[in-house]
């Protein structure tokens, strides 16, 4: 049986991303939905892979297929707080690449809660799996933990 999971400290990652809540993401329990942080997940990965060039949602011959997500909630976030999301690379291979979310209240030192998916990155049009394009090979190392 593995360890309890821990909370990361915020330095343990390299790019921060700050997401406002809405008042749509609590629940009945006066907390975000545990749906929500998904949703965060993907904001934070995406939104700087698109910024920075990697990837091109409309047009690029290669897109992501996430085919693996778990998620640790350690503290509640709640509206209206704003969540600072951490982004770490903790392997990739020739056409994965495993992102690790450190999700934090604003200012927090530790998550509030953390996790991962892993994108395959795959051909458009024929939905195989591709080496990883140098652009996301730059951002990719650039993002290493």
Request: aromatic share 12%.
């Amino acid at each position: 049986m593995s360890a309890k999971p821990t909370p990361h400290p915020r330095n343990a990652f390299r790019v921060f991303r700050s997401i406002p809540t809405r008042w749509a993401d609590n629940d009945l329990y006066g907390h975000v939905n545990n749906v929500v942080y998904y949703s965060w997940f993907d904001t934070a990965v995406n939104a700087l892979l698109i910024e920075r060039g990697a990837l091109d949602i409309q047009e690029g011959d290669t897109i992501g297929f996430v085919v693996e997500t778990q998620c640790n909630y350690f503290a509640p976030l709640a509206f209206p707080q704003t969540v600072e999301a951490g982004v770490r690379v903790a392997h990739a291979g020739s056409s994965s690449v495993r992102y690790e979310i450190g999700l934090f209240a604003q200012g927090a030192e530790t998550a509030a809660a953390q996790g991962h998916f892993v994108h395959v990155y795959v051909d458009r049009a024929t939905q195989r799996p591709v080496k990883l394009p140098p652009t996301l090979q730059a951002v990719v190392a650039e993002l290493r933990g």
